[in-house]
């Protein structure tokens, strides 16, 4: 199982970011994929879970009306979105989906919100 994530991005406040996650070595829609972060300093925050299966998202009520999570079930990818950036969004960003029991991780994406 593998979680492959895209690259850093840097953006300016007031802009949107899309990050992805790429999934293999499973049957992609049969496993929700979770969306978490970590800010400089913080621990981890969840931020939310779609189910690839149907779309079916569950936002922290945080981020609601900010992120939008997708799912690309013929190439595996899932995806974040979080608009209207600031600086506290900056962090390192992880999907993780659990199997069996077993938490698997992406290698985490840096998104830095500077102007």
């Known amino acids: 199982v593998q979680l492959v994530q895209s690259g850093a991005e840097l953006r300016n406040p007031g802009t949107s970011v899309k990050v992805s996650c790429k999934a293999s070595?499973?049957?992609?829609?049969?496993?929700?994929i979770d969306w978490v972060r970590q800010a400089p300093g913080q621990g981890l925050e969840w931020m939310g879970r779609?189910?690839?299966?149907?779309?079916?998202?569950n936002y922290a009520q945080k981020f609601q009306g900010r992120v939008t999570f997708t799912a690309d079930t013929p190439t595996s990818t899932a995806y974040v979105e979080l608009s209207s950036l600031r600086s506290e969004d900056t962090a390192v960003y992880y999907c993780?989906?659990?199997?069996?029991?077993?938490?698997?991780w992406g290698q985490g994406t840096q998104v830095t919100v500077s102007s």
């Open positions: 993780n989906t659990v199997l069996l029991g077993a938490a698997y």
């Open positions: 779609i189910d690839p299966e149907d779309g079916a998202t």
């Open positions: 070595g499973y049957t992609f829609s049969h496993y929700y």
